[in-house]
């Protein structure tokens, strides 16, 4: 969590710098908009459908071979796939460039399409260092090694914030494809050296025939369409955006970046290290086990989101104001940011609870569940954004319209999940979250002094920078601290025990 927080918060960093030197329109669209589209491609080949299909595997192999060579063989053989497939790829997309990104991106300025064909020739070729460089964090998580891989979001943020700021003044938007072809190399260096120290190696092997490596591809295909289905969704998401006002791609854009810090931090911190554990228990059929995973990971991401939610919602606009509204940023690049931003806000919990429950299936090597979902999720998403796009709403009506399709995929999956292990801990479910929305009453106060009684007295317009961000960050740590606070006098299970457990360890070590 730790590693994912410094991760997004240079996240943020970096939307703060484009939308210092680009602005919030014209070639931060075009920044944004074709960066989205290899990095929604990874989804397939890297973190998303590849590791779920390879983990499992990976982490059963562990098991039952001690000599390491089955795992070995396994990350040799992926990685050569990786070669085989992907090299072509990145070849073929910038010899077809243009016509490629004719079909995924329309900006009416025929000066941004020249921009976006050129820069997707080169940043493109992300996928291939982002795909390698997940095939070692894969086999680092099944050997119970989780902080060097979360540390390589860092490394590729900080190269695409120093190519930004010393690179945009002589090459202009070409300095991101330095920055971001520079992180993706990174990130798999970084890796090598616990990579090797686990005893794996990067020797390749085309010799595809082996009985592991077909699992994985038997697991990828279903994986792969599920993914595939959610990746072409955001593209579509995109590509409507790019059919509204300038300015519209990267508000949609900076606001996922805004809804990926507590999904970051909370929902894929707790995921990443629950997955190997499930898929453990799946591969021992260790059924009590997978109940009480489930159970933990839901209770965990629905004290951790909830907050989050009323955080972003009533607080956004003031948030983005302070972060971006600077230079080329305006003030209806915030407010059109802000009204996106809430509108992912009310889905956060269901896209928390609905990646646990994916990755749960996955565990199982059921693919084919949550493909059949993604289906319904992606469905539902259209049909709701052609709707609210052309409402009031316009961008912010695509990311409403996600928010819904995500909460009726949440509760299919919870029900298919249910019926796999007979039963959840409803009990202790159902507790945690009276517990916990009795906690937001505190912060709801909070929130409402701070916009109805705060703003109303002091003119923040008036202010300087530093006196505004020292404001805002009182009320946002005030308010953590004392949902911290309700949830230890009302003793929120997971909240209290893990405080009770670092309390007790620090006795220990005393006593010691």
């Avoid at 040799?76 to 073929?92: E, G």
């Avoid at 909460?407 to 409803?426: D, H, N, P, S």
Wanted: charged content about 15%; overall charge positive.
């Amino acid at each position: 969590m730790i590693c994912t927080f410094i991760s997004r918060i240079l996240g943020f960093l970096r939307i703060f710098v484009i939308s210092l030197i680009v602005g919030g329109k014209g070639a931060a669209d075009v920044i944004n908009g074709v960066f989205n589209l290899p990095n929604n491609l990874r989804k397939l080949f890297a973190e998303g459908a590849l590791s779920s299909a390879y983990i499992p595997t990976l982490s059963s192999a562990v098991i039952e071979d001690d000599s390491g060579e089955r795992p070995r063989g396994i990350a040799r053989n992926l990685i050569s796939f990786l070669l085989v497939i992907l090299v072509p790829l990145v070849i073929a997309a910038a010899v077809f460039a243009r016509p490629l990104v004719h079909i995924l991106l329309h900006f009416d300025d025929p000066h941004k399409m020249d921009m976006a064909v050129d820069l997707f020739r080169w940043v493109f070729s992300y996928i291939l260092f982002i795909s390698l460089s997940a095939v070692l964090m894969g086999a680092l998580n099944a050997k119970n090694s989780f902080i060097i891989p979360a540390i390589t979001p860092i490394l590729f943020s900080i190269c695409v914030i120093s190519s930004i700021i010393f690179l945009y003044g002589s090459l202009g938007i070409f300095a991101l494809a330095v920055g971001i072809l520079a992180g993706g190399v990174a990130q798999i260096l970084f890796q090598l050296p616990l990579y090797f120290k686990k005893d794996y190696d990067i020797k390749p092997d085309f010799r595809f025939n082996n009985k592991d490596f077909k699992q994985i591809l038997k697991k990828w295909a279903p994986a792969l369409f599920s993914s595939a289905i959610f990746a072409i969704n955001q593209v579509i998401a995109i590509y409507l955006a790019s059919y509204l006002e300038d300015g519209s791609v990267t508000a949609l854009s900076n606001a996922v970046v805004f809804i990926q810090l507590p999904l970051g931090i909370f929902s894929n911190s707790i995921i990443t290290v629950l997955f190997p554990r499930m898929s453990r228990q799946a591969a021992l059929n260790n059924i009590q086990g997978l109940r009480e995973s489930m159970s933990y990971g839901l209770r965990f991401i629905f004290i951790l989101l909830i907050p989050s939610t009323l955080v972003l919602i009533f607080l956004g606009n003031d948030i983005i104001r302070v972060l971006l509204q600077y230079g080329k940023f305006t003030a209806q690049d915030t407010a059109r940011t802000s009204w996106v931003l809430a509108g992912y806000a009310l889905g956060l919990f269901s896209a928390g609870a609905l990646f646990l429950c994916q990755r749960f299936f996955y565990s199982f090597k059921d693919f084919r569940s949550p493909a059949i979902v993604a289906i319904v999720i992606v469905g539902i998403d259209i049909f709701f954004s052609i709707i609210l796009m052309n409402t009031p709403l316009r961008v912010a009506g695509l990311a409403v319209a996600n928010s819904i399709a995500f909460t009726v995929g949440m509760i299919l999956l919870l029900v298919l999940a249910k019926r796999r292990l007979e039963r959840f801990y409803g009990r202790k479910i159902l507790i945690t979250s009276i517990k916990t929305l009795i906690a937001m009453i505190p912060l709801a106060g909070i929130i409402l002094i701070y916009q109805y009684v705060i703003k109303d007295v002091v003119d923040f317009t008036k202010l300087t920078y530093m006196y505004t961000i020292i404001t805002l960050i009182f009320v946002c740590v005030l308010a953590m601290g004392v949902t911290a606070l309700m949830y230890i006098l009302l003793k929120v299970d997971i909240f209290y025990d893990l405080i009770k457990r670092r309390v007790n360890g620090i006795k220990e070590a005393q006593d010691g």
